[in-house]
């Protein structure tokens, strides 16, 4: 079993507020064996010398859409299963280039591109993978044009492969069913309105009560649960109120709202890049005028929703939601964020609790023992300057993937 010892380094982990000198951390296979301020005694480790940078958890990006390569959605209707599945090897190959080594996929990602990474056929972080995204009819899953009135059929089809529709409570069921059956660590469903989507109005509430209630119980008897597309206050009560465990977006949010997130103890997973890079380069990708209305709509509650979670007491997750060549801005949340937060308070966003939103605290996004071997190390303090952790990994020395080297130019260990 490999064994790596990483000495000169600083130790940045989600429990300090600044990085920490003097520390040692020992890998073995592919977990953390020990983290110690003192000198660590091994005959049998790889001596890693990290030259005094700074050694944290491998990033995780809690909302991203592995299958999603056109910024209008539309694009995906010509787009062949077979064509969409290499040009998501790419995208997700570039997310862990730059640091992410955990991704949570909300709608398009099936258990094959899962697999495929699990079974190093293509690199890439762990996934945590949703199936297809469910929503009702006229709602933020149905992409059709208003002068079509069938589905297209989802082999030949990416747009329809990414997503499905589905009215009734037992029409819900048998579809969440059958995403379980597919393999999914958790549920997608539209509770609202949405910027890419053509004919629904953001304030739109999709989905009853009885369905939304119907796709959490079917969910959670396979051991899952239901993350909610949402951005009002009104469908984020009705969906948090009925058992929804995590928000996706939540830009206007309100008070009464984000306290009873804190009170059922949901998680908002926020990605503001998302708006920022659309309002600046949709157009140019063909996404029409009435959906960049409606990314204008959110674009400013984005910032509020930070504050209002933070004052109720909401844990705030790591998320950026990028479509198409957009996905290169997927690092830049962590400078927009930091216009309203402390920069140490937004990388936790995307280690420690980003590693509660996927069920796996203590084993991700941390620095510790028995957590998986998933490190980054970076040339600088990120917590004195966040955009170290931006761009497509140029100030990564080294990352670290299950204890396996994915990047190294701190030297040949030792």
């Known amino acids: 079993m490999t064994m790596y010892l990483f000495k000169n380094l600083k130790l940045l982990d989600p429990a300090f507020d600044e990085p920490h000198e003097g520390y040692e951390v020992l890998v073995e296979g592919e977990k953390i064996r020990e983290v110690s301020d003192t000198p660590i005694s091994s005959d049998t480790a790889t001596v890693v010398d990290c030259g005094g940078k700074v050694l944290m958890p491998g990033l995780i990006d809690c909302h991203v859409h592995c299958m999603h390569d056109e910024v209008y959605m539309r694009r995906m209707e010509d787009v062949p299963l077979t064509l969409a599945a290499a040009r998501g090897a790419k995208r997700i190959k570039a997310m862990l280039d730059r640091g992410f080594t955990t991704v949570r996929d909300t709608g398009g990602t099936d258990w094959g591109m899962k697999t495929a990474v699990e079974k190093g056929l293509i690199p890439g972080p762990r996934l945590f993978i949703a199936g297809r995204s469910i929503g009702p009819t006229g709602g933020h899953s149905d992409g059709r044009g208003r002068t079509n009135p069938g589905f297209a059929c989802p082999c030949c089809n990416t747009a329809a492969y990414l997503r499905i529709v589905c009215d009734g409570e037992e029409e819900v069921r048998k579809v969440v069913r059958e995403q379980m059956r597919q393999g999914c660590d958790q549920v997608k469903i539209m509770a609202s309105g949405g910027v890419a989507s053509p004919n629904d109005p953001l304030e739109s509430l999709q989905f009853s009560i009885e369905e939304i209630e119907a796709a959490v119980e079917e969910a959670e008897a396979f051991g899952r649960y239901v993350c909610a597309h949402a951005y009002s206050a009104e469908a984020i009560t009705r969906a948090v109120g009925h058992g929804v465990r995590t928000i996706e977006h939540g830009n206007l949010i309100d008070e009464d709202a984000a306290r009873l997130m804190a009170e059922k103890g949901a998680y908002l997973v926020a990605n503001l890049v998302a708006y920022v890079a659309m309002k600046e380069r949709a157009a140019s990708f063909g996404m029409p005028a009435n959906m960049l209305e409606k990314n204008d709509m959110v ?10 979670c933070e004052k109720a007491g909401v844990k705030v997750a790591y998320g950026s939601d ?3 060549a957009l996905a290169e801005d ?3 949340e962590f400078s927009i964020r930091a216009e309203v937060q402390k920069p140490i308070t937004v990388i936790r966003a995307a280690t420690s609790i980003a590693a509660e ?5 203590g084993r991700l996004g941390t620095v510790a023992p028995e957590a998986w071997a998933d490190l980054i190390v970076v040339d600088g303090d990120p917590t004195k300057d966040i955009t170290l952790l931006e761009g497509q990994g140029a100030n990564l020395a080294a990352i670290v993937k299950g204890g396996q080297f994915y990047k190294n130019r701190l030297g040949a260990p030792a």
Do not use: W
């Open 322 to 324: 990028l479509l198409g």
């Open 357 to 361: 939103v996927v069920r796996r605290p």
């Open 330 to 332: 997927q690092s830049r």
């Open 299 to 308: 674009l400013e509650g984005g910032y509020k929703s930070l504050e209002i």
